[in-house]
Nanobody
Framework: QVQLVESGGDSVQAGGSLTLSCAAS????????MAWFRQAPGKEREGVAA???????TYAASVKGRFTISTDNAKKTLYLLMNSLKPEDTAMYYC???????????????????WGQGTQVTVSS
């Protein structure tokens, strides 16, 4: 059974940094894509960053240059380093993963089969 467990969410001031982690169990991440999505109250879930089977990242325009997605060597943990945080980054952040082989990660929620319960990030001005 695939489980994705996010952690690292916190309340920070604008300009601060956070690193989110997603621990994957029961999941073979080889040749797959993993991603971070977020959802603010009253808004649709949006893709933030994704990484494909070749470790090539894709970023939403709103976070490019501020956020960095990565995995550990065993691909058991997905990370999201978030710098220069803004109040508009406030949301529940979800780790998501594909079930099938994936080359060229995209930020479309329908591509991802598995996701976790989320971790809350709150940025105050």
């Amino acid at each position: 059974q695939v489980q994705l467990v996010e952690s690292g969410g916190d309340s920070v001031q604008a300009g601060g940094s956070l690193t989110l982690s997603c621990a994957a169990s029961g999941y073979d991440a080889n040749n797959k894509c993993m991603a971070w999505f977020r959802q603010a109250p009253g808004k649709e879930r949006e893709g933030v960053a994704a990484i494909d089977m070749f470790a090539r990242p894709t970023y939403a325009a709103s976070v490019k240059g501020r956020f960095t997605i990565s995995t550990d060597n065993a691909k058991k943990t997905l990370y999201l380093l978030m710098n220069s945080l803004k109040p508009e980054d406030t949301a529940m952040y979800y780790c998501e993963a594909t079930r099938t082989v994936c080359a060229g990660a995209r930020l479309s929620h329908y591509l991802y089969t598995y996701w976790g319960q989320g971790t809350q990030v709150t940025v105050s001005s």
